[in-house]
């Protein structure tokens, strides 16, 4: 069983449109990490945000929020305002290992910001 | 600055060849992966090292093999026994405190005819 799910493969917005990316989890564990990765057109990842479970607050920066919901074992990741640059396919993953060795990525969803 | 490096970008190999693909960090992370990216599937978890000397494998190992001979160094040596070996190889690393985040390499991309 997928361990991450990012349901939506692609997605396509206007400039300047919000834009959330889903990203369900599924674990049995009580301490996890949870991390959001954006990869542009060049390939490398780009580390955007780590959560533990245990901090259920929502984080913005600057045009990025996420939203991590323990109830609905989702961790989800909105972009306000979209920009041509933020065109790239993103990645959720879960960390349930305490030494942070074993990463389960979802597939990723790859978001087209068209000007 | 630090980071992570891999070299090269593009690689192309004729089958039956093995290859090894270089991954080096100054960055003084203990922990090192390889991934490997297929178009659709994400990341899969080729191999792992936690220390120098020593390496755990991970989700898809077979036909792969890699060394931890130094800190800073993590190659991977894709063999002739790797059926299916054209795809985009990841390499990161990890401190070995929290935060617990990995950071990626540019990436190699491997073609093999």
């Known amino acids: 069983a997928q361990k991450v799910t990012q349901a939506q493969t692609e997605i396509s917005v206007v400039e300047k449109e919000d834009v959330t990316l889903d990203c369900v989890y599924e674990?049995?564990?009580?301490?996890?990490?949870l991390f959001w990765y954006k990869q542009p057109p060049s390939g490398e990842l780009v580390f955007l945000i780590r959560?533990?479970?245990?901090?259920?607050q929502n984080e913005i920066s600057g045009r990025y929020s996420w939203n991590f919901q323990k109830s609905t074992s989702s961790f989800n990741f909105t972009i306000t305002a979209s920009q041509v640059v933020d065109s790239a396919v993103y990645f959720c993953?879960?960390?349930?290992?305490?030494?942070?060795?074993?990463?389960?990525f979802g597939t990723g969803t790859s978001l087209t910001v068209i000007p | 600055d630090g980071g992570i490096t891999q070299s090269p970008k593009y690689l192309f190999r004729k089958e039956g060849q093995n290859v090894t693909l270089s991954c080096e960090q100054n960055?003084?992370?203990?922990?090192m992966y390889w991934y490997r990216q297929d178009p659709g599937q994400g990341l899969r978890l080729i191999y792992y090292?936690?220390?120098?000397?020593?390496?755990q494998k991970g989700d898809i190992a077979e036909g792969y093999s890699v060394s931890r001979e130094k800190k800073e160094s993590f190659p991977l040596t894709v063999t002739s026994a790797q059926k299916n070996p054209t795809a985009f190889y990841l390499c990161?690393?990890?401190?070995?405190?929290?935060?617990?985040?990995?950071?990626f390499g540019p990436g190699t991309r491997l073609t093999v005819t």
């Open positions: 990161a690393s990890r401190a070995a405190v929290v935060p617990y985040e990995q950071y």
């Open positions: 674990t049995r564990d009580t301490t996890y990490y």
């Open positions: 959560r533990n479970s245990f901090d259920e």
């Open positions: 993953a879960l960390s349930e290992d305490d030494t942070g060795n074993q990463f389960y």
């Open positions: 960055l003084n992370h203990d922990a």
């Open positions: 090292s936690q220390i120098v000397n020593d390496f």
